[in-house]
């Protein structure tokens, strides 16, 4: 009967499975996990590359994209209560350079703000609706790891909020977005012009307008005004 045949071990990892579905490919590239479910959002092990820490004074490129496709917009008031919200969370905390809304994920270029102008804004909050984060960081100014939670959460209670209102006026229950949100870095002068090239041609790369100068959700118009 000869040597009995060596048995190979089958891989456990979640996602170790030889076909997927092209919702979850991009996930599998880098980690082999599936998404999956827990509270508001739908969790992903974001690739270490896409969940760069926040630090003062640099730029980041952040992304905000929806459960399987969900539109995160049915009509125009919704885009604004989206704006309205994101500034109401991260005015104190981040300069916004360009963005882009599509349908069912959006595309901010943004810059942390320097440390010392950070804690005077933080400060000018009133006590009773200061975080718990955001007293961290006034008690250890210098800690870069209290700063990029507190950015973090704001970013998680900004986009609860958007859920819990849009849930509210359509009548509906569950998650929108998937979390953690995806934030790069923008290394030099060169990659923040092609980022912003980038995010105002995207509407244009996904087939809602033809030319991207004709879509009116991102700030390609309010910069020329500048």
Known sequence: WGRPRRRTRRSHRPGAH????????????????????????????????????????IFYLKVFRSIDGLLLFQEHSDYLLFLQQFASYFHPVLNTLAYSLLNNHTHFIVQIKERKLLLEQIMAIPDKFRTAAMNKVLTDAANDSLLDTMIERQANSFMASYVNL????????????????????ITNDGHLNQAIIYVHANAQKHGIVNDYKQHIYNSYHEILKV
């Open 166 to 185: 849009k849930n509210f006026q359509t009548d509906r229950k569950g998650g929108l977005f998937q979390s953690p949100f995806r934030r790069s870095f």
């Open 18 to 57: 030889r076909s997927v579905s092209h919702r979850n490919q991009y996930t599998l590239l880098y980690l082999y996990s599936f998404p999956y479910i827990t509270g508001k959002f739908l969790t992903v092990r974001t690739p270490v590359k896409y969940k760069a820490p926040f630090s003062p004074g």
